[in-house]
């Protein structure tokens, strides 16, 4: 009985990765102040910090941001899915469901180079297919 009992706090224990990423929602980040001239302060105040900042050789500053425009949806039926296919699985699938929502979590890249006064000079985005 006892064994039973471990067996199945084991599997609700690792049962929550793949069911966690799909049911997370990541709300879009609102570009609007994204625009040539904008300084570098309102840009960093409005969506966060960038991923990565780089120093160019001409004074001027490279910011690199990585997002989903459409946001993170949640889905119920995903979640259910993974849970179900876990529970079948005994938590096996658990690998194969969190590698899912991993991988077919795609993002676009957006590049913004300011100037020395730290106004935005050029923007560059990168969609994800």
């Known amino acids: 009985m006892y064994k039973k009992f471990i067996v199945l706090f084991f599997v609700l224990c690792i049962n929550g990765c793949s069911v966690y990423l799909a049911m997370k929602s990541i709300p879009p ?13 309102d840009v960093v105040n409005k969506i966060g910090p960038p991923n990565e900042s780089k120093k160019n050789s001409e004074l001027s500053i490279i910011d690199i941001y ?57 923007i560059n985005e990168i969609k994800s297919n």
């Not at 980040?29 to 302060?41: H, Q, W």
């Not at 993974?82 to 079948?88: G, I």
């Open 29 to 41: 980040p609102r570009l609007e102040c994204v625009k040539l001239g904008a300084d570098r302060s």
């Open 66 to 122: 990585k997002y989903k425009l459409e946001g993170n949806n949640r889905s119920i039926n995903r979640a259910v899915t993974h849970f179900c296919f876990s529970l079948v699985t005994l938590g096996a699938y658990e690998i194969f469901g969190s590698l899912f929502e991993i991988i077919n979590d795609k993002k676009n890249v957006l590049i913004i180079t300011y100037n020395a006064q730290n106004k935005i000079q050029k």
